[in-house]
């Protein structure tokens, strides 16, 4: 795609892509299969599980934003991570940051039980490095983190996985490409959760895998339409619909997010706010976890449900929802407390936001 700025790039997603007719928004091909032009010719289509057009103009889009050659959609983000470490070598040794999503803590724990992987954890950026040798493969971190919003500097840790032979993976779905291009700085592969952020709506399910290394992009081609974990062409079309607003719906959950944090810091019902400053993601520890079901129960506004970075605020009780195949004993040894609840801000009044979250704490805390 041309050199424009992200924002150019978002705004145009998808337009100009059929020729044909002059379409101003990329059709929906809904066709599984293609016809041949003639025996031994093909137009570059020919069976929708391999490709797809309205997919191929999805993910043009999603690798230019990304500041990356290649980029593949997939039916989810754990189909994404699936998809790429399934092509990874058994025996694999990989470092990974001890706070990430339950679901990838889960597969994880599931392969190394199997004998396939072996996985070594850190806590902190210090300790990540210091795990890393000769003998490591696979380096893998959420920047920030989730839900502890814990930060890493991208372009330290990949100098030190390539000084010793290992790749770096980086889940980008909490800054997304707005604030963040782990490409340029450095990782080998970035991965998305689609269904939040670059969607936006809370109507996609989907996952993209981003990287410039030609030989591993050929690959998860490969084993993408050999095991089939593609992304439909209806929801290819919602997913480029959606980011057309990344840009403006981040910078708003953002402005959302620092005034709901300044709140947050000065209420007397919270312990702890975990903010990085930028983005729509928080976490708070509330002073007694014993109100959260109350404090929960009486929300208006924010909805109190999984998943995030949607248009619409939600709240997450990340023990029994994202989080609840960590065991407690894991979660509490890095800080996921059973105190902790997630907030993903949307994009609606901010003032609405706070006071909603003033009465459900003024209930059980008195005035603030």
């Known amino acids: 795609m041309a050199d424009y700025k992200v924002d150019t790039l978002l705004a145009h997603v998808g337009i100009n892509a059929d020729e044909k007719?002059?379409?101003?928004?990329?059709?929906?091909?809904?066709?599984?299969?293609?016809?041949?032009?003639?025996?031994?010719?093909?137009?570059?289509?020919?069976?929708?599980?391999?490709?797809?057009?309205?997919?191929?103009n999805l993910e043009k889009t999603l690798a230019a934003i990304e500041q990356a050659d290649y980029a593949l959609v997939t039916s989810s983000g754990m189909a994404a991570l699936v998809l790429l470490f399934s092509g990874f070598p058994v025996g694999s040794r990989i470092v990974a940051?001890?706070?990430?999503?339950?679901g990838s803590f889960r597969w994880f724990n599931e392969q190394e039980a199997n004998g396939r992987f072996t996985f070594s954890y850190a806590t902190h950026e210090e300790e990540l490095?210091?795990?890393?040798?000769?003998?490591?493969?696979?380096?893998?971190?959420?920047?920030?983190?989730?839900?502890?919003?814990?930060?890493?500097?991208?372009?330290?840790?990949a100098e030190v996985a390539h000084a010793h032979g290992a790749k770096l993976i980086v889940d980008n779905t909490f800054y997304s490409p707005i604030y963040?291009?782990?490409?340029?700085?450095?990782?080998?592969?970035?991965?998305?959760?689609?269904?939040?952020?670059?969607?936006?709506?809370?109507?996609?399910?989907?996952?993209?895998?981003?990287?410039?290394?030609?030989?591993?992009?050929?690959?998860l081609f490969y084993d993408q339409n050999t095991t089939g974990p593609t992304l439909s062409p209806f929801d290819a079309y919602?997913?480029?619909?959606?980011?057309?607003?990344?840009?403006?719906?981040?910078?708003?959950?953002?402005?959302?997010?620092?005034?709901?944090?300044?709140?947050?810091?000065?209420?007397?019902?919270?312990?702890?706010?975990?903010y990085t400053g930028?983005?729509?993601?928080?976490?708070?520890k509330v002073l007694d976890e014993w109100k959260i079901p109350t404090i929960l129960n009486q929300l208006k506004v924010f909805t109190f449900a999984e998943s995030l970075g949607g248009v619409e605020s939600l709240i997450t009780y990340p023990a029994t929802q994202t989080h609840a195949d960590i065991p407690r004993?894991?979660?509490?040894?890095?800080?996921?407390?059973?105190?902790?609840?997630?907030?993903?801000?949307g994009i609606e009044d901010a003032?609405?936001?706070?006071?909603?979250?003033?009465?459900?704490?003024?209930?059980?805390?008195?005035k603030i």
Do not use: C, W
């Not at 990329?26 to 391999?50: A, C, M, N, V, W």
């Not at 909603?356 to 805390?365: F, M, N, R, V």
């Open 329 to 345: 004993e894991v979660r509490y040894s890095y800080g996921l407390t059973d105190d902790l609840l997630r907030l993903s801000i």
């Open 97 to 102: 940051a001890r706070d990430l999503y339950g």
């Open 129 to 157: 490095l210091d795990q890393i040798t000769d003998e490591t493969d696979y380096v893998f971190i959420e920047t920030p983190t989730n839900p502890l919003m814990v930060e890493f500097d991208i372009v330290r840790v």
């Open 351 to 366: 003032e609405d936001l706070i006071d909603d979250l003033k009465q459900a704490l003024e209930d059980e805390y008195g």
């Open 21 to 56: 007719t002059g379409a101003l928004v990329s059709p929906i091909h809904l066709s599984t299969t293609y016809q041949h032009p003639e025996f031994g010719q093909s137009t570059g289509f020919d069976y929708t599980r391999t490709k797809n057009p309205t997919r191929a």
């Open 238 to 274: 919602l997913l480029m619909r959606g980011l057309k607003t990344l840009s403006l719906r981040m910078e708003r959950s953002t402005k959302n997010a620092q005034k709901i944090v300044d709140y947050l810091r000065r209420s007397p019902a919270v312990r702890e706010v975990y």
């Open 278 to 284: 930028k983005g729509g993601m928080v976490s708070v």
């Open 180 to 219: 963040q291009n782990p490409i340029p700085l450095g990782a080998d592969v970035v991965l998305h959760s689609a269904t939040k952020y670059l969607s936006g709506h809370n109507d996609v399910l989907a996952g993209v895998l981003i990287t410039n290394d030609q030989a591993l992009y050929d690959k």
